[in-house]
């Protein structure tokens, strides 16, 4: 039998149900503040991501799905939906547009990661982005409106660490002095983490290896060097959340896998989860628009894992549908009840009802039996003439009444209790 490739997964309807309800959580929260839908390919140039996400971040070099499209460009399966919005924003001249302009999306990613609860090699985010302003009430509200999604779908023990990453500068003049600190303590390093110190000193705070976790405990912090103009936006940013009752622990250590981070950076975990506990997370990147071949341009952002949410919400499968009607003929082959049945279903949806077509060559017993399980509301029989029904009410047990077909969907309209 051929089964799914390792890391990826079905959605079943079942499942379907919960992130449409997602889906429309996200829709009315993200909408009722100015944020609008947008899509991006599936799979965009490889170079977008290498000069976006950066060189030496995991996601580039070991986790895209990359592959070449037959005629000598690469392409890559998208690892993450921030690089390709500021890209469509650039394409679409979307800088003429009133600022800040607020995308948001729900779409699929794919990173070549080790498979395990929570983490997949296809999985789904629901991200927001705010670009074109820099102010510290754009950092504010992305983090109020995440934690709003993540209450709302009853994800459960849910931290938020908070930290302030401060202009490239900044960075660079703290990386020196991270590095040169690594560098006189390289003997009590991880190998992996001594490879690293000068392509990517801070990753040196992710290791959980215990000898270069009590090096790092004394390490320099960055948060603790920032610029007046950085520490001034933070301590803004932290006095909104603080008024909007929303709960932080300030980590200076936090680290997030992508290069185009500046200035606010925040990661929501969840207890719930085990291992991989990032719910969501995201941040300011000032950058990455003006890297992606732009005018200097700010902007910041989010996205937070579906399949995460899932996992650790507490929000039930919700109900299928209701069933308003089930159509069936009185017997499979008659022409003129097959017609007729067909022509009723079809008739009932444009009204606006719910109706279904028996479809399985059923009696009519296991019709009967087949709109009990469905909870249909009513069952017509459509007889061998297609000119008349026997429509059931089925909550009222026996309750039934031979119809012309043509007074069947005004008679359930109507509501009225049949005789
Ligand atoms: P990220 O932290 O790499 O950020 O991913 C965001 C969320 O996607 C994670 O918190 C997690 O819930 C989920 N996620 C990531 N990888 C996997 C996986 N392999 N399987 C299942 N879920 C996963 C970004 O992608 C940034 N683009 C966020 C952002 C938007 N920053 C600014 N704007």
Redo the contacts with the bound molecule.
């Keep these: 039998m051929i089964q799914a490739p390792k890391g990826t997964f079905d959605v079943l309807p079942a499942d379907a149900e919960r992130r449409s309800l997602l889906e429309s959580r996200a829709r009315k929260i993200l909408g009722a503040a100015g944020y609008r839908r947008i899509e991006t390919p599936v799979f965009e140039s490889t170079e977008l991501f290498q000069r976006g996400v950066g060189e030496s971040t995991d996601i580039v070099q070991k986790e895209m799905y990359s592959f070449d499209d037959g005629a000598g460009r690469s392409l890559t399966l998208r690892p993450?939906?921030?690089a390709p919005i500021c890209r469509a924003y650039l394409e679409h001249g979307m800088h003429k547009l009133p600022t800040p302009v607020k995308l948001w999306y729900l779409s699929s990613?794919f990173?070549a990661?080790a498979p395990q609860r929570?983490?997949?090699?296809q999985?789904w985010?629901v991200?927001a982005?705010a670009i074109g302003a820099a102010g510290p009430e754009v950092d504010a509200e992305l983090i109020v409106l995440l934690a709003e999604l993540l209450e709302v779908m009853g994800v459960k023990g849910t931290r938020l660490r908070l930290t302030s990453l401060g202009t490239p500068e900044t960075r660079v003049e703290y990386r020196a002095r991270l590095a040169e600190y690594l560098r006189a303590n390289a003997d009590r390093l991880a190998p992996e983490v001594r490879a690293r110190i000068e392509l990517n000193p801070m990753r040196a705070f992710d290791s959980t290896d215990p000898s270069t976790r009590e090096v790092m405990k004394d390490a320099p912090k960055l948060l603790d060097g920032l610029a007046p103009d950085d520490a001034e936006h933070f301590a803004a940013v932290r006095r909104l959340l603080d008024t909007a009752g929303v709960r932080y622990e300030l980590d200076p250590t936090l680290v997030?896998?992508?290069d185009y981070y500046t200035r606010t950076l925040w990661?929501f975990t969840s207890d719930a989860l085990g291992a991989?506990s990032?719910?969501?997370?995201?941040?300011r990147?000032d950058g990455l628009i003006e890297q992606l071949g732009g005018q200097p341009t700010p902007a910041?952002?989010?996205?937070?894992?579906v399949?995460?949410i899932l996992l650790a919400g507490s929000e039930q499968p919700i109900a299928p549908d209701p069933v308003d009607l089930l159509v069936a003929p009185a017997g499979h082959g008659s022409a003129g009840a097959d017609a007729a049945s067909f022509e009723l279903a079809r008739e009932a949806r444009r009204t606006g009802l719910a109706a279904q077509l028996e479809l399985a060559g059923r009696s009519l017993k296991s019709s009967l039996r087949h709109a009990d399980r469905i909870e249909a509301r009513y069952v017509a029989i459509v007889d061998e003439t297609g000119e008349r029904a026997n429509l059931r009410e089925m909550a009222t047990g026996e309750q039934q009444q031979d119809l012309a077909i043509a007074t069947v969907i005004p008679t359930i309209l109507r509501g009225s209790r049949l005789t």
Excluded: I, N, P, S
Excluded at 118 to 121: A, T
Excluded at 278 to 283: A, D, L, T
Excluded at 300 to 305: E, F, P, S
């Design positions: 993450e939906g921030t990613f990173r990661e929570g983490r997949y090699r999985f985010q991200g982005e997030r896998g992508l990661e991989q990032g719910v969501g997370g995201g941040g990147y910041c952002g989010w996205a937070t894992g399949e995460r």
